[in-house]
Every structure is written in structure tokens, then in C-alpha cells.
């Protein structure tokens, strides 16, 4: 029982020698703290690299240091409003700048007024053409390249916001992929109207492959553009088994690519002069 005693005893001068010396080496550096040489730098900073002109877009820092402001200046765009934490600026582009880049810039300066040098975000200014009529603007059958492949891609309108598209990339699952798809073909995409197109995850279609049924979903984004002769759009998508969270032609996609997603590069009721590309089948299948 003694033992026990003098064992406990031991252990509670341990536990309060600690948190003395934890409490003296945090007055410690509490004291000998100097705000005036913090060396600050922008650590991060996230907003669009690609913008339209006439609308405004939100760039933020994306880390915080107590005590610190942010200055942000724009060149070849205004900014409009920063936030009462000035850690994020509304930035508009008003005009397409004459190197059709905008520079966005924001310094940090630290509680004890050190600033930091500028970090600047580039961000493209395209030009912006509103919709005469809406979606039906990009109602119709589209050329150009869908995966590879000559664009079969048509579209209908779906409400005042949105399009039913069908044959999105058939022509890679049917020829490279070697499905032959039995139902589906046809989704739901949205169309915003600062030129951006939504595709939220659903599903496409299902195919038969060695005589067993496959399920697939499909998600992306991109945008649209009505300034040239035709309307036209690039869209990033991604095409899943049912159920999955990676693109079906991850780890079998041509090394000359540079992302396991498929790319849509197509104008209304134009034909692109680009001849398809049709990578080797590979050798095996999930």
C-alpha cells in the first residue's frame, strides 16, 4: 500500500512539473513574440482562372494568420467589394483587357505591419454573348469531337434552363470501349447564364459487353459560347459504372492524354475538319 502511495504521489509532481514548464515555455514565447518580424507571404488563394466579361466573380484566401489584412488591386478589372475580413475580394470584368488577361492581385500584411509581396492570379477574360432566345439557341444537331470520336450529339430543349442531350459518347463506348448500348442515351444538362453548363451526376445508359449488362453514370461541366457564327460548347465529363467514383477509362486511357476524363469540342450545325483519334483497345477490362 505504501508502494501505491509513493507511486501516485510521484506521478501527480511529474503531471505539475509538466504543465509548469509548459506554462513557462508558453509565457515564454508569448513574450518574446515580435509581430513586427513575421515575414508574411500569400500562402493561397483560390477564384477562376477562365471568366466572362460583364459578370463578377469571388476570389478568396484560403488560409487565415490572426491579426492580418489583405489588399487586393485588380489590372484590366475592377473590384468591387471586399469582405469585412478583406480575405475575399468580388472581382467584375467589365471590358475584355487588351491582353484578353486579367491580373488579380492581394498582399498580406501582418498585425505588426509588414506586408507581404503581391501575389497575382491570371484570369481570361472571354468575351460574353448573351442568348438571343434562350436555350433554344443550342437546340439542334452538334459537330465537332466527343471523346475522340465524330460528335453524334443532339440536343432538345428541357424547360427555360436546361437540355435533354443525347448520344454523348457513343462513339467511344460503342467502337474503342466495344458495347453496344440497349437503353438510355439520354441526359439532363443545365445551362446557367454566365456561359457555364452543368451536367449533375445521373445516368446515361446501359450496354452489353461478352453477353452481361453494364450500368453507366456520367457527370460534368463546361461552358458555352454564342460570340462566333455558331453556338458552340466545351464540355469535361466523366463516365462511371454505376455506383463508382472513377471514370471508367482511368489507368486504360492513351498516355498522351493528360486527365482520365472525356472532352465534348462542338458547334451547332458545323462540322470541325478534325479527324477522330481511336487509341489502341486495351488488353483487358475491370
Known amino acids: 500500500m505504501k508502494n501505491k502511495i509513493l507511486t501516485g504521489l510521484a506521478l501527480i509532481l511529474a503531471v505539475s512539473w ?3 514548464s509548459c506554462e513557462s515555455d508558453m509565457e515564454k514565447a508569448q513574450k518574446d ?3 513586427s518580424k513575421v515575414i508574411p ?7 477562376p482562372s477562365i471568366g466572362l466579361q460583364t459578370f463578377t466573380y469571388t476570389y478568396n ?6 491579426g492580418s ?3 487586393w488591386t485588380a489590372e484590366g478589372a475592377t473590384v468591387q467589394s471586399v469582405s469585412a475580413d478583406t480575405r475575399t475580394a468580388t472581382i467584375k470584368f467589365t471590358n475584355i483587357p487588351a491582353s484578353d488577361t486579367a491580373l488579380i492581385k492581394v498582399s498580406e500584411t501582418t498585425e505588426g505591419g509588414v506586408t507581404s ?5 491570371k484570369t481570361r477574360v472571354n468575351p460574353y454573348c448573351a442568348l438571343t432566345n434562350g436555350v433554344a439557341d443550342l437546340v439542334g444537331t452538334w459537330s465537332g469531337d466527343d471523346g475522340w470520336y465524330e460528335s453524334l450529339i443532339t440536343t432538345v430543349a428541357n424547360g427555360t434552363t436546361g437540355l435533354k442531350v443525347s448520344h454523348l459518347n457513343e462513339g467511344f463506348i460503342s467502337d474503342w470501349w466495344g458495347e453496344t448500348i440497349i437503353e438510355g442515351g439520354t441526359i439532363n444538362m443545365t445551362v446557367n447564364i454566365n456561359g457555364t453548363v452543368e451536367i449533375p451526376r445521373q445516368y446515361i445508359f446501359t450496354t452489353t459487353w ?3 449488362p453494364y450500368r453507366y453514370e456520367i457527370d460534368g461541366s463546361g461552358t458555352w459560347d454564342n460570340c462566333g457564327a455558331n453556338p458552340a460548347m466545351l464540355i469535361e465529363y466523366s463516365v462511371y459504372y454505376e455506383g463508382e467514383n472513377e471514370c471508367y477509362i482511368a489507368g486504360y486511357y492513351p498516355s498522351d492524354l493528360d486527365a482520365p476524363f472525356f472532352t ?4 451547332l450545325a458545323t462540322k470541325s475538319g478534325k479527324s477522330a483519334r481511336q487509341p489502341l483497345k486495351p488488353a483487358t477490362r475491370k
Not at 41 to 47: N, Q
Not at 117 to 121: A, F, G, L
Request: aromatic residues 14%; negative net charge; hydrophobic residues 45%.
Open 264 to 267: 465534348a469540342d462542338i458547334s
Open 41 to 47: 507571404m500569400v500562402l493561397g488563394v483560390s477564384g
Open 18 to 20: 509538466l504543465f509548469t
Open 33 to 35: 513574440y515580435d509581430a
Open 69 to 71: 489584412t489583405w489588399n
Open 61 to 66: 484566401v484560403t488560409y487565415f494568420r490572426a
Open 210 to 212: 461478352s453477353g452481361s
Open 117 to 121: 509581396p503581391e501575389r497575382i492570379i
